[in-house]
């Protein structure tokens, strides 16, 4: 069983910068890409930032240049740098890793709000 556990989700006023981990354990054979999503209330969940075993990223247009995302693969943890932050980046904020050979596996979210 494998299991994700995100941390360093809060309030934080617009401007300001938050940095998200994300711990992967377990009985994990590999593990490929793995990223973050979020979902604001009202609004699906989009994708933020992938980065996979090589380290080749992707972000969603409306963080580029605020977010970076890295990973640290000996520790199975991936972590989101957020800088410049504004209200329109309030939402519960989810860790994915695709493990191999199960799939893709979540954490349970973390919240972030941005206050202006």
């Known amino acids: 069983q494998v299991q994700l556990e995100e941390s360093g989700g809060g309030l934080v006023q617009a401007g300001r910068s938050l940095r998200l981990s994300c711990v992967a354990s377990g009985s994990i054979f590999s593990i490929s890409a793995m990223g973050w999503y979020r979902q604001a209330p009202g609004k699906q969940r989009e994708l933020v930032a992938s980065?996979?075993?090589?380290?080749?990223?992707n972000y969603v247009d409306s963080v580029k240049g605020r977010f970076t995302i890295s990973r640290d693969n000996a520790k199975n943890t991936v972590f989101l740098q957020m800088n410049s932050l504004k209200p329109e980046d309030t939402a519960v904020y989810y860790c994915?890793?695709?493990?191999?050979?199960?799939?893709?596996?979540w954490g349970r979210g973390t919240l972030v709000t941005v206050s202006s």
């Open positions: 980065i996979t075993s090589g380290g080749s990223t």
């Open positions: 994915y890793a695709n493990v191999g050979p199960i799939g893709r596996v």
